[in-house]
């Protein structure tokens, strides 16, 4: 696969396609963490100059996917395990504060809305509308809160957590378990649904920490076996 798959020139900047095409590839593991990614050939394969490959290159740098390398140059994101574990952090308090809000008088039909979405495309077998479903049902936790700024904050995180969910999905076919998935959402959303603040925390936390640690242990089993090569 090349750029030109995951880009289709429109009425956006076209740096900006690129951009998106480029995330594309990442989110889909046609990029991979560490990959190096060379303006030249890049601008070369899509047939655009090298200024505005920088360009793409530059705005998909400010979301986190790529960061400059000191010998390599512009590289797909490869975590450190301080770098997981930071995020999943900041994961962890939004989720669990939105969770905290539920209450007898809270509307929860936005939580349940995204689960039964989440639910009805996982027969569809399609990892890209799974992981896509998954995330809303995350978001609509944060948006108990009500709160614009922090559900802009957990809208920027998306972009690395969408990377660590195709990631599961890649190294431990994740999204392929659908009886697990549903069980775990259906457990998030009883636990909403009950009304009670502390089960509500204690089940979104613990789901939001054991995606941290499959991550952690995705990504130590790749480098172990990049290790053997």
């Known amino acids: 696969m090349d750029l030109s798959d995951f880009v289709t020139l429109q009425r956006t900047t076209t740096p900006q ?40 290159v530059r705005l998909l740098e400010a979301t986190g996917l790529l960061r400059p390398h000191p010998r390599r140059g512009m590289q797909v994101w490869d975590p450190t395990d301080a770098e997981i574990l930071d995020l999943f952090a900041a994961r962890f308090h939004l989720e669990t504060l939105g969770a905290r809000q539920v209450s007898d008088d809270i509307d929860l039909g936005g939580v349940r809305k995204a689960f039964d979405e989440f639910a009805a495309v996982l027969a569809d077998h399609d990892p890209d509308r799974i992981v896509e479903k998954d995330l809303k049902v995350h978001e609509s936790i944060v948006a108990l ?26 190294e431990e076919r994740e999204y392929e378990d659908h009886d697990k998935l549903r069980a775990e959402h259906e457990a998030i959303v009883k636990a909403i649904e009950s009304r009670n603040p502390d089960r509500a925390v204690e089940v979104v936390g613990d789901t939001v920490l054991l995606t941290r640690d499959e991550v952690r242990e995705a990504i130590r089993k790749r480098r172990a076996r990049e290790s053997t090569v």
């Not at 046609?30 to 793409?56: F, H, K, Q, V, Y």
């Not at 614009?148 to 990631?167: G, M, N, P």
């Open 17 to 56: 396609q690129v951009a998106d095409g480029l995330q594309d590839m990442i989110l889909k593991g046609a990029l991979l963490p560490g990959d190096r990614i060379n303006e030249s050939t890049l601008s070369r394969d899509l047939g655009i100059s090298r200024n505005t490959m920088r360009e793409a």
């Open 145 to 170: 809160l009500d709160n614009a700024f922090l559900t802009s904050v957990f809208e920027q995180l998306l972009r690395q957590i969408r990377f660590f969910a195709f990631l599961l999905s890649i």
